[in-house]
């Protein structure tokens, strides 16, 4: 019996949502020089020898935070202070990706999650170290003019997929779905792009396809007749078990690159997707965050007089923007399909937020937290401004006065120390927060 397909916005929306995910990553990998597939080292360091080490990763476009992640030379920064430098290969899919995996051309590839675990299950000494993300990336699509109008119309017909892929397995639960017997198809194994190309020459019926790659055929007329997300995995970051044992820190460090991409992406998705967003939050809250700490003293003197609720109120104002800022573009695109799912259980309100939404955004959330927890050493220094006869902030105005040099690096030792004690906490509670509710 055929389960009823849960009505979702048209045509026009799935467009936009695709080609937006499509933009994202053609957008991203233009900006890294990567309009031709290939292979990009970084150079070495300045005096011309090489890396002490290298790390092989790849990049796609199905995995638009690896195309940030690349053009902006995040991992580069991160990982070339300890002498390790970063070679980017490119993948046309997740089959590409094993293979790298398996043959430890790459020591980090992205894949969906149904090609790692069948990876894992073919003997591939890989392990999972991250989500990247959780797209609708995988659909059926038909040719501009075909009447293949739902499933059940491919019994007979020829259609092309990627083995080892999302694509793949999507449609052979799509088959099992409409009870059409799999021999009744016949699959194609092709890769992605080949497979659009089969769809709009007419040696195929039907299409298994892929984002970014699929939302272009929509552009040139392709429709999307079957979609599930139910039989999408997640997007995740694989490893070689050899580099895990070897070098367990460049793999942290690669892990805490994708989540601040992912947060650079949220907050910039916030903008970019809502007019109203962009058109009222985007200048207000910019302006605000522009406003120097130290101009804030005089107002809240005025409001709240000398004392320690104007010195907190202005440590509140410096750690609240990262916050808002990463957890309201999070909430503003937690997947609708899990908010819908609670609904549908009966949660609403302040227990649909507890329940769904708060959880989905736990990795952006913390994000937040981090930068905030920057800000409010920053804040505090400027509070013990405010006629303060001890404190950091007054400690090192003072010693400044008296030309004590030991004391003000002495002060700032212990700002670093404790800044530093304070990022390892939130990190610890981090952890601890992603494995009970992300």
């Not at 003019?145 to 119309?153: L, P, T, Y």
């Not at 039907?206 to 939302?215: E, Q, R, Y």
């Not at 920053?378 to 090192?396: D, Y």
Request: charged letters at 20%; proline letters at 5%; aromatic letters at 8%.
């Amino acid at each position: 019996m055929r389960r009823p397909v849960v009505a979702r916005p048209g045509a026009r929306t799935l467009g936009r949502r695709a080609l937006l995910a499509g933009g994202l990553g053609l957008g991203a990998a233009a900006a890294a020089g990567c309009v031709v597939p290939g292979e990009q080292t970084r150079p070495g360091p300045v005096d011309g020898g090489d890396w002490a080490w290298t790390l092989n990763i790849d990049y796609a476009t199905y995995n638009p935070l690896s195309l940030v992640i690349r053009a902006k030379g995040w991992l580069d920064e991160a990982l070339n202070p300890d002498d390790v430098g970063v070679h980017w290969v490119f993948s046309a899919g997740s089959n590409k990706a094993n293979e790298n995996l398996r043959a430890e051309a790459i020591e980090v590839g992205s894949t969906a999650g149904s090609a790692a675990l069948l990876s894992r299950a073919n003997g591939t000494p890989i392990r999972t170290i991250a989500v990247a993300n959780r797209p609708e990336w995988a659909a059926l699509v038909r040719a501009p003019g075909s009447d293949v109008d739902d499933v059940a119309a491919l019994a007979g017909s020829v259609a092309a997929a990627t083995r080892g892929n999302d694509p793949y397995f999507f449609l052979v639960q799509a088959l099992r779905e409409f009870d059409v017997p799999r021999e009744r198809v016949e699959i194609l194994n092709l890769q992605h792009a080949d497979g659009r190309t089969a769809l709009f020459g007419g040696s195929v019926q039907a299409w298994s396809g892929l984002d970014p790659i699929m939302a272009d055929a929509q552009r040139d007329g392709a429709e999307l007749f079957y979609r599930n997300l139910a039989f999408n995995t997640f997007d995740v970051l694989n490893a070689t078990q050899r580099f895990l044992d070897e070098r367990p820190e460049v793999a942290q460090t690669v892990v805490d690159v994708y989540q601040q991409a992912r947060a650079w992406v949220l907050v910039g998705s916030v903008l970019g997707l809502s007019r109203w967003a962009d058109a009222l939050l985007s200048p207000t809250i910019g302006a605000l965050r522009a406003v120097p700490s130290l101009a804030w003293v005089p107002l809240l003197i005025l409001w709240m007089q000398i004392g320690e609720e104007s010195k907190v109120t202005l440590i509140a104002i410096g750690a609240f923007f990262p916050v808002f800022t990463t957890v309201y573009a999070a909430l503003r695109h937690v997947d609708p399909h899990l908010v819908e799912a609670g609904r549908a259980y009966g949660y609403h309100g302040v227990r649909l937020l507890g329940t769904v939404q708060l959880p989905a955004v736990v990795p952006a959330m913390f994000s937040g937290l981090r930068l905030a927890l920057a800000q409010a050493w920053l804040f505090l220094v400027a509070a013990e401004l405010i006629a303060s006869s001890m404190g950091l902030g007054f400690l090192l105005t003072d010693s400044q006065n008296n030309g004590r040099t030991d004391r003000l690096i002495l002060a700032i030792i212990l700002l670093a120390v404790l800044g530093k004690i304070s990022d390892w906490l939130l990190g610890f509670v981090e952890r601890w927060a992603v494995r009970r509710w992300a």
